[in-house]
């Protein structure tokens, strides 16, 4: 079945720098990747929608000069938390999708901001 | 936008028992999923269900689109059902987007 991938799967950073993660469809072509980003007994929280080739779409209340989204190709998209604070710590989980095929999630990837 | 409540936040159950979890909506949908997260972060889709009913095993799942509900039943539970259920749906104008509940958390006692 299809198969997304997250690296890495947990990173752990000092206050003030930037972390990529990177979201990959293995098996197929991603036209869209969604970002989620869920906090301690919380539930997923939409943060931004990127489709291939295009600027990413934000939810509201996430700042996207500090989320950066890529998603340079059809197989690949990045996040990158710039100037990363401890507020910041939570778990970042990727989807993607084919078209209007159903979204298929990623591992998750657990940031800690020390 | 959409609002997903789901019910009850927290359950407790011995090993064997049946349950059943519930999840409102406030607007139509046009897709409906179940999710379990295991321990470890992992969502597992368990069922795609934006209408009608549908088995997997112990596992089965009901919505009724027009009274903008959904059931998620669970019987002869198993100490490696415990994790988090979560309902989430997508309305056709979301440009794909998926609105998750708040999750059910269930714990299974051996």
């Known amino acids: 079945g299809a198969v997304v991938s997250q690296h890495p799967s947990w990173v752990i950073c000092k206050s003030g720098t930037s972390v990529k993660i990177e979201c990959r469809s293995l098996?197929?072509?991603?036209?869209?990747m969604f970002w989620y980003r869920q906090f301690p007994k919380q539930s997923l929280m939409l943060m931004a929608t990127?489709?291939?080739?295009?600027?990413?779409?934000?939810e509201q209340g996430v700042e996207k000069d500090k989320f950066l989204i890529n998603h340079a190709s059809l197989t690949l998209s990045t996040l990158t938390v710039t100037s990363a604070h401890p507020e910041d710590s939570s778990f970042y989980i990727c989807?993607?999708?084919?078209?209007?095929?159903?979204?298929?999630f990623g591992p998750g990837t657990r940031l800690t901001v020390l | 936008g959409i609002q997903v409540e789901q019910s009850p936040p927290d359950l407790i159950l011995q090993e064997g028992a049946n349950s059943t979890l519930r999840c409102n909506f406030s607007?139509?949908?046009?897709?409906l999923q179940w999710f379990h997260q295991n321990p470890w972060g992992q969502l597992i889709n368990l069922f795609y269900i934006p209408s009608g009913t549908k088995q997997n095993g112990r596992l089965s799942a009901t919505t009724v689109a027009t009274e903008r509900y959904s059931l998620l039943y669970i019987s002869s539970s198993q100490t490696t059902d415990s994790g988090v259920y979560f309902c989430a749906v997508e309305r056709e104008t979301s440009g794909s987007r998926l609105t998750f509940g708040e999750g059910t958390q269930l714990t299974v006692n051996p």
């Open positions: 990127s489709n291939e080739g295009s600027k990413a779409t934000y």
């Open positions: 098996d197929f072509q991603a036209t869209t």
């Open positions: 989807s993607a999708r084919w078209r209007s095929g159903r979204p298929v």
């Open positions: 607007d139509s949908v046009n897709n």
